[in-house]
């Protein structure tokens, strides 16, 4: 399994790089319901996680995504564009998995036992959703803004601070 002794970080989308509240239509695909005042955008984030990670070029992207379970992770990897997507290596989902079993799972369930299968050497988790982590996480989960995402100042403080800690630079 790719990510064994490496640097990894687990990555949702929705209230992380965007807004969190996000619908989806077969026709038309992810959309922010009516209720979502228009200035917010798909993947706003994006280039500021770029920023954070561009000093960690070692640091490799499991999403963790419920969009990785809709388009797969190569696809949904794709939204972080030419400079991320290169390093996303896989989801917590994969097809050998049950779905329904998967799904019953709270959040912070599926990074952690993605972590015991995937087993890297250092690993975070950007995610707005903080139901399910375990004690035995502790502070490698780093919860995100609902509708700032990684750009709230305190989120962003933390995500710096633990970056240099947890993953190596260079």
């Given amino acids: 399994m790719r990510g064994k002794d490496e640097h990894v970080l687990y990555l949702d989308f929705d209230g992380v790089l965007h807004h969190s509240e996000v619908w989806y239509h077969p026709k038309i695909g992810p959309y922010f319901p009516l209720k979502v005042p228009n200035r917010y955008k798909f993947f706003a984030h994006l280039g500021l996680l770029e920023s954070l990670l561009e000093p960690y070029p070692r640091v490799f992207i499991v999403l963790s995504t419920t969009w990785s379970r809709r388009y797969g992770p190569y696809r949904a990897g794709k939204n972080l564009g030419h400079k991320l997507s290169p390093r996303v290596i896989g989801a917590t989902f994969h097809s050998r998995m049950n779905p329904e079993e998967f799904d019953n799972k709270l959040r912070g369930m599926q990074v952690y036992e993605d972590v015991l299968r995937r087993k890297p050497a250092q690993w975070l988790a ?41 993953f190596a630079r260079g």
């Fill in 126 to 166: 950007l995610d707005d959703d903080n139901e399910g982590w375990p004690s035995e996480v502790g502070e490698r989960y780093i919860r995100t803004h609902l509708t700032e995402g990684i750009s709230d100042a305190g989120v962003l403080a933390e995500i710096k601070e633990k970056f240099d800690k947890y």
